[in-house]
């Protein structure tokens, strides 16, 4: 058994996790992948697994659009050139993911990864057009060549939204298990507006999230990014045991 007081494993691109404890200490939010095509049978298979997810009643909110090749490519052309000719203006978020407002530990840990990431990548706090450019490459799935988009019916209460993190949580541990990584993305649903347009996304369905999927690229030096997590013993308390 791992242990996982010692953190995430070392970043190996394409190894394929063979544990529970693996797949979850190798998880992580890749930003940069190779172009080598996925497979849709093994698409299909992790979201088979992925659907074994728990859900109140059974009720599986989840639906899924999986993008890849001209499809995905059309997708991003126009994602990018709505940020990139309209910026901020354009991706309105459909729904408050994060606090409206911050406040610490929650701010300092963003401001942790966000620093972290940008110092990896040379980005200093004054390089604004930078960090917008590497913002912009979430809607280029971070060059994975599958993009998946997820909504659920608009009339779903919040049960429901917390099934539907167990689903993609799911996800993320199954492409483990095949060798693949993969970045969950609350940017994409941000360009709702042009989901919609390019996909048929009904207004009867809310944009939840994306994510990317493919094969990290070892090379990419933000694949090193390892974030920090709270011990244990300072989110939980223990009552009752001896």
């Not at 009339?155 to 167990?166: I, V």
């Not at 013993?233 to 045991?241: I, K, L, S, T, V």
Request: charge should be neutral; proline fraction near 7%.
């Amino acid at each position: 058994m791992i242990d996982p007081s010692l953190g995430a494993l070392p970043f190996a691109a394409g190894t394929r996790a063979t544990t529970i404890e693996e797949a979850l200490l190798s998880r992580r939010s890749v930003r940069a992948f190779r172009p080598d095509p996925v497979p849709r049978a093994t698409v299909e298979g992790i979201l088979a697994l992925a659907s074994r997810a728990p859900s109140g009643t059974n009720v599986q909110p989840w639906k899924v659009r999986v993008v890849a090749g001209a499809v995905r490519d059309r997708l991003c052309r126009a994602m990018v050139e709505a940020y990139t000719t309209k910026g901020e203006a354009a991706f309105d978020p459909p729904y408050n993911y994060y606090p409206v407002k911050w406040r610490d530990p929650y701010l300092a840990r963003r401001r942790k990864v966000g620093w972290d990431l940008y110092g990896l990548l040379g980005l200093g706090r004054d390089n604004k057009a930078g960090m917008a450019k590497q913002h912009a490459r979430n809607f280029m799935f971070f060059g994975a060549p599958v993009g998946l988009i997820f909504t659920m019916d608009t009339d779903l209460e919040l049960g429901s939204w917390l099934d539907y993190g167990m689903f993609l949580e799911n996800i993320m541990l199954a492409a483990r298990g095949k060798g693949l990584d993969t970045c969950p993305q609350a940017a994409i649903a941000n360009a709702h507006h042009v989901l919609r347009a390019e996909l048929s996304i009904p207004d009867t369905e809310q944009i939840v999230c994306g994510m990317s999927l493919g094969y990290a690229d070892p090379d990419a030096i933000e694949n090193g990014l390892v974030t920090v997590r709270e011990p244990v013993a300072g989110f939980a308390q223990f009552m009752g045991f001896e």
